[in-house]
């Protein structure tokens, strides 16, 4: 595509979770830390939020790759299962015989979370898209953090979700579930200065330092993304098409203005900031309405 035009090395603004591209940003990293720092603490039931797009699934990976030989993942990305397809997801991610009835398997990961927390080991459930668990697949959940030692949990979970997970937990018939919950981070979008950092970044990443883009191009697409990550990789990827497809190596508004027209959900109109013109305007009603108030109390 533009990768040997613009000098990449690889796609910059693949929406594809890749960590290799992880920015640094302050949510991510907070989130990260909360994390890391809960898991350490054995706490049981952990939880981080955030609105489509904003990088859940790729801080989900980073935090796999981040922990240590000392903790078995267990990873669960389709979470459209019933109670029993759950546990056998589980089991799978341990190594156990899935065919065998539900009661077996339930004993075969109790026996084996035994077996690694006599061997030193940690394990850690990481469920992705939880807003999508059942009610039933949720209480299920619960039953397997019952499994404990007098001193230990024997099972961790991290639950990654949109905002309609804490309207999930909310319900009253989750409560014993949303009770355990010891830590909880809202990832929030970015601004337009993390925005700015972000582009580069990437940018950098892929194998290029010149900045394609000039910081109003950026404050732009910040403004119509709404600092939402995907948004920005999606309007950063077609600003560089249309820039490659006429042959021009430096990036205008007119592209990226395109990008936001043929982007859905983006912000399309420019935020409002009133001119020179409305200020003075605004100014002179309010003097006006001072005097007025001046000689009414005269």
């Known amino acids: 595509m533009y990768l ?6 690889e796609m910059p603004f693949s929406l594809t979770p890749n960590t290799q591209f ?23 039931f952990l939880k981080v939020t955030g609105e489509v797009g904003t990088g859940k699934t790729l801080l989900c990976r980073k935090l796999i ?9 267990v990873y669960i990305a389709n ?11 589980v089991a799978g991610e341990l190594g156990l015989d899935t065919q065998c009835p539900s009661q077996a398997v339930s004993q075969a990961i109790e026996n084996r979370l035994l077996a ?11 469920v992705d898209e939880a807003q999508c668990l059942s009610w039933e697949a949720l209480e ?3 039953l ?34 949303r009770q355990r919950i010891s830590f909880s981070y809202r990832l929030r979008p970015m601004t337009a200065v993390e925005v700015e950092y972000y582009i580069d970044h990437r940018l950098r990443r892929a194998g290029v330092e010149q900045k394609l883009f000039p910081r109003p191009l950026c404050r732009r697409i910040a403004q119509a993304s709404r600092g939402i990550p995907r948004l920005v990789n999606t309007l950063c990827h077609k600003s560089l098409l249309q820039a490659y497809g006429d042959g021009r190596s430096t990036l205008t508004k007119g592209y990226v203005k395109a990008a936001i027209a043929d982007t859905d959900d983006c912000n399309s109109a420019k935020a409002w900031r009133p001119g020179w ?19 009414q109390v005269l």
């Not at 040997?4 to 090395?9: A, E, I, K, S, T």
């Not at 690694?116 to 990481?126: D, E, H, R, T, Y």
């Not at 013109?277 to 000689?295: E, F, G």
């Open 4 to 9: 040997r035009f613009f000098n990449l090395q």
């Open 22 to 44: 992880y920015c640094a940003l302050e949510p991510h990293n907070e989130a990260l830390k909360v994390l890391l720092s809960a898991l350490s603490m054995g706490e049981g």
């Open 65 to 73: 790759n981040h922990v240590d030989d000392k903790y078995v993942v």
């Open 79 to 89: 979470t459209y299962l019933n109670p029993e397809e759950l546990r056998c997801a």
């Open 116 to 126: 690694l927390s006599q061997a030193g080991k940690k394990v850690v459930m990481i």
């Open 140 to 142: 299920a959940l619960r």
């Open 144 to 177: 397997l953090t019952n499994l404990e030692t007098e001193s230990k949990k024997l099972l961790q979970v991290v639950l990654f979700g949109q905002p309609e997970l804490d309207a999930r937990l909310a319900n009253p018939r989750v409560r014993q579930l």
């Open 277 to 295: 013109p409305t200020a003075l305007a605004i100014l002179v009603m309010l003097l006006v309405a001072a005097i007025w108030l001046w000689r």
